[in-house]
Nanobody
Framework: VQLQASGGGLVQAGGSLRLSCAAS????????IGWFRQAPGKEREFVAV????????YSETIMKGRITISRDNAKNTVDLQMNSLKSEDSAVYYC???????????????WGQGTQVTVSS
């Protein structure tokens, strides 16, 4: 599978963005699809992940209560709705694919190119 992330951009604090991950390949529904983010000088951080049947895990510390992950297997897409954005949410957001429902980045063998999110205060 190959992943293409989109939807990033510049938004004011308190605003919203909807990131989308489009996957190519016929086996999309077999994959767990998730999002990680990385800000300059910081390590990659887990954001959220969803299985083919809609089970999801959200970060316990990052963007808690402000994000929703959703999946459309017919369209081969996974979206991340982000609300009430803060300046500390600025980062490159990566769409990832794997086979295990986990928060560990090493468990995801497929990474998209990332989409930049910049939140101005």
């Amino acid at each position: 599978v190959q992943l293409q992330a989109s939807g990033g951009g510049l938004v004011q604090a308190g605003g919203s963005l909807r990131l989308s991950c489009a996957a190519s390949g016929r086996t999309f529904s077999r994959y767990v699809i998730g999002w990680f983010r990385q800000a300059p000088g910081k390590e990659r951080e887990f954001v959220a992940v969803i299985t083919w049947d809609g089970r999801s895990i959200y970060s316990e510390t990052i963007m808690k209560g402000r994000i929703t992950i959703s999946r459309d297997n017919a369209k081969n897409t996974v979206d991340l709705q982000m609300n009430s954005l803060k300046s500390e949410d600025s980062a490159v957001y990566y769409c990832v694919a794997g086979f295990v429902l986990t928060t560990s980045p090493s468990a995801y063998p497929v990474w998209g190119q990332g989409t930049q999110v910049t939140v101005s205060s």
